[in-house]
């Protein structure tokens, strides 16, 4: 079956970086679009980055030149690296796939505090 296992959260100070890994399986992984989502207590899930399958990627306005999102096509993993964090950028980070198909990770926490 289908599995997207994310890693690489956990707490980090401000100004800290964090790098998400997702270990994609079941999958033909490199036709696939890649994308990071969060969600924060109370809000809704939003997109962070994406990484199309030639390699092109965009980014939330909040995002662009902090965060950067590449993929691995022969380890089958997307990752995120994420620069300069802020504690606005706490929540639950969540990984995608998309193609014919959506399919989501369980997710990994990322706190941002001092």
């Known amino acids: 079956q289908v599995q997207l296992v994310e890693s690489g959260g956990g707490l980090v100070q401000p100004g800290g970086s964090l790098r998400l890994s997702c270990a994609a399986s079941?999958?033909?992984?490199?036709?696939?679009?890649m994308g990071w989502y969060r969600q924060a207590p109370g809000k809704q899930r939003e997109l962070v980055a994406r990484?199309?399958?030639?390699?092109?990627?965009n980014y939330a306005d909040s995002e662009k030149g902090r965060f950067t999102i590449s993929r691995d096509n022969a380890k089958n993993t997307v990752y995120l690296q994420m620069n300069s964090l802020k504690p606005e950028d706490t929540a639950v980070y969540y990984c995608?796939?998309?193609?014919?198909?959506?399919?989501w990770g369980k997710g990994t926490l990322v706190t941002v505090s001092s």
């Open positions: 995608n796939a998309k193609y014919a198909m959506d399919f």
């Open positions: 079941g999958i033909a992984f490199r036709f696939y679009a």
């Open positions: 990484i199309t399958s030639e390699g092109n990627t």
